[in-house]
């Protein structure tokens, strides 16, 4: 009796063991990451409602604190902690395509999750045109793939499912979009679907989702829009026009971002490439230059612009796009940590607010929330993310065909433009990255300022 006790003790014990390996500590990865993204979205918050008191009272302060955020970013970046730049999807992708260990010991770091998080407050106190939506995907991704020093035998394919769903499940709590969170994970970072990884995916989604509500309660992301039961019988050729203007803009700022070669002057090119501090803080300059012209509107991620559109209470100036455009190139050149995705989704209302005057019969906010989609799918290039993402942020069901017929054309006007930009950016992060050296070498042409930008050329 006492050895069938034992025997008994000693099975429960190893079979506790083995789903605590399978499942627990994939359980409580996915509740760290929806902690994360919960207060790193309100530290980021915090960071821009303080930049916006400062400016408040002194309207001139932008011209010193945006070119200076910038240059500390670039600084403590490129000296401390490179493979943190940029939005961090591309990192992200990277290391899906590439032998995870390596690629994951590289990119996804602790070390890099934590800079990543303060070096991207430090961008927004400056008023700079950063989302944190990216961040969000490579911070949770780079958490869940720390989780395998917990797994005895960890192997490529406990690795991969765990980035994968790290990643998933950040953009989900990030965005409280836990459909857009699945999309994402199957359009843009592994373009497949794979059986194996569908179950952990989605309980990991499900976890940092349940976390997110039950810390923010629920809610969507731009509110709810009302479109009436009615659509107007220009809807058609709306959708069409929306998905054709914004799918050339969108595919110019990609090939913008993707060939920085062609169109930056060689002094400036030369400039980045020898100082790279200095150049940030030009870019710094203009960004604070732009954003006094526009009123303020340009500073930040754009959500309080792109919301207030929606809810109609905000007017903005129909040179907002472009000019916010401007800014968000100018925050993405110098390699700050940040993210395009709300950026875009502003910049995508601002046409939408533009596009209003031609389609005047047509509800304000239907055709900002068709803009928004048609811009951000063509961006990313990932039509099926980009309209799933929008129908959830305004609970949008009623639109989901005009939205999604506006992200399948937009997408494919853009490709006729540039690659998919993630696509293109993860390449660069195949290789290791070069160590942080104090005074980088000046090359002898303009191609230098590749290897150490988050932009390439296509």
Not at 40 to 67: E, N
Not at 161 to 179: E, I, K, R, Y
Not at 435 to 456: C, H, L, R
Request: net charge positive; aromatic share 10%; with cysteine.
């Amino acid at each position: 009796m006492i050895r069938a006790l034992h025997s008994f003790s000693i099975l429960t014990a190893r079979r506790t063991r083995s789903l605590w390996r399978r499942y627990g500590i994939f359980w409580l990865g996915a509740i760290a990451v929806g902690l994360v993204a919960v207060y790193y979205a309100r530290l980021i918050d915090w960071g821009y409602g303080f930049f916006l008191d400062v400016r408040s009272g002194h309207a001139w302060v932008p011209l010193v604190i945006t070119p200076a955020s910038a240059a500390l970013c670039v600084f403590i970046t490129r000296r401390f902690f490179r493979g943190s730049e940029g939005s961090g999807i591309p990192q992200v992708i990277a290391v899906l395509n590439s032998p995870t260990s390596e690629s994951g010991g590289r990119l996804l770091t602790l070390r890099i999750l934590a800079s990543k998080i303060a070096v991207s407050f430090v961008a927004i106190l400056g008023g700079l045109t950063i989302g944190r939506e990216g961040p969000t995907v490579q911070v949770g991704a780079a958490l869940m793939f720390n989780m395998r020093r917990f797994y005895p035998r960890s192997n490529s394919l406990i690795e991969r499912q765990l980035v994968l769903a790290g990643a998933a499940a950040g953009l989900s709590a990030a965005f409280n979009t836990p459909l857009a969170g699945i999309v994402f994970a199957i359009e843009e970072l592994t373009r497949s679907f794979e059986v194996r990884t569908s179950g952990v995916l989605i309980t990991g989604i499900i976890i940092a989702g349940i976390i997110a509500l039950g810390l923010n309660g629920n809610y969507t992301y731009f509110g709810t829009i009302d479109v009436g039961m009615h659509f107007p019988k220009s809807l058609a050729v709306a959708v069409v026009a929306t998905a054709i203007v914004t799918g050339i803009a969108g595919g110019v700022f990609c090939w913008l971002l993707l060939n920085t070669s062609k169109w930056i002057p060689a002094p400036l090119r030369k400039l980045h490439a020898s100082q790279p501090v200095v150049f940030a803080a030009l870019c710094g300059l203009i960004i604070a230059a732009v954003g006094q012209v526009s009123g303020g509107t340009t500073f930040g991620s754009g959500y309080a612009e792109a919301r207030g559109l929606l809810e109609g209470r905000e007017h903005l100036s129909p040179f907002f796009p472009l000019l916010k455009m401007v800014s968000m190139i100018g925050s993405y050149l110098p390699g700050i940590p940040g993210g395009i995705f709300a950026p875009s989704l502003s910049i995508g209302a601002g046409f939408g607010n533009v596009l209003h005057i031609l389609f005047s019969q047509m509800p304000l906010p239907m055709l900002i929330a068709l803009a928004m989609v048609g811009y951000l799918a063509a961006v990313t290039q990932s039509p099926i993310t980009a309209f799933v993402i929008v129908m959830e942020m305004i609970n949008g069901h009623a639109l989901v065909i005009s939205l999604m017929a506006t992200a399948l054309i937009s997408s494919r006007v853009s490709r006729l433009f540039a690659r998919p930009l993630y696509e293109a950016l993860s390449e660069r992060y195949m290789a290791p990255l070069p160590k942080p050296a104090p005074s980088p070498e000046v090359p002898d042409t303009g191609a230098g300022e590749e290897q150490a930008a988050p932009v390439q050329k296509d």
